[in-house]
């Protein structure tokens, strides 16, 4: 079983960045479609960024815009996510998730979630 758990959220300023982890532990990442999502405050959750197990096939939602990095360190079985340029509408709980299939369509395992905020 996949256990999934994200690090590194917190307070941010516009314009500052951030780095979050999403560490695996029961099974090796290489196998899955490994994602992030966010859900900020009276919206839908939405997707941030994906990428294949093996590193390969990184992709972006459009409000991304080239300030988002999609990491996996398969050492350390571990995911991340280099956020820079934060925004203020950045601001949201951040989820990493696995996909079995690998097909970035249907999500089989979450962390639990960690709050990135951006204010001045």
């Known amino acids: 079983q996949l256990h999934l758990k994200e690090s590194g959220g917190g307070l941010v300023q516009p314009g500052g960045s951030m780095r979050l982890s999403c560490e695996a532990t029961?099974?090796?990442?290489?196998?899955?479609?490994l994602g992030w999502f966010r859900q900020a405050p009276g919206k839908e959750r939405e997707f941030v960024a994906a990428i294949r197990g093996r590193g390969d096939g990184a992709h972006y939602a459009d409000f991304v815009e080239e300030r988002f990095t999609i990491s996996i360190d398969r050492y350390e079985n571990t995911l991340y996510l280099q956020m820079n340029s934060l925004k203020t509408d950045d601001t949201a709980v951040y989820y990493c998730?696995?996909?079995?299939?690998?097909?970035?369509?249907?999500?089989?395992?979450w962390g639990q979630g960690i709050q990135v905020a951006v204010f001045a």
């Open positions: 998730a696995a996909d079995l299939r690998g097909n970035f369509v249907t999500y089989d395992y």
């Open positions: 029961g099974s090796e990442l290489q196998y899955y479609g």
